[in-house]
């Protein structure tokens, strides 16, 4: 496992280990832009069909990851610690 790829495990339990009630609360696009930074990184550009409209939630994460394709994997690790690093030292 590469420095960065270990880099990215760690921010990623940094964030499902978060407690909900500290003093960062991530807005719904914040949460939409790490969600699609995750999967781009994870999984590679966008897959399968658009979600229909009966579906919004499922619609705005597939729209978000789409909006993704094209970067590389190492890039969307990368942003993503970055992300988890500013987060960390704004709030701890």
Known sequence: MSDLESRFQEAV??????????????????KL?????YRQAVDGDVQGKKPGMLNPIARYKWQAWADMKGKSSEDAMQAYVAEVEKVEAEYG
């Open 13 to 30: 339990e940094k964030v499902r280990s978060a407690p909900e009630d500290g003093g960062f609360k991530p807005s719904n696009e914040y």
């Open 33 to 37: 832009k790490m969600y699609a930074l």
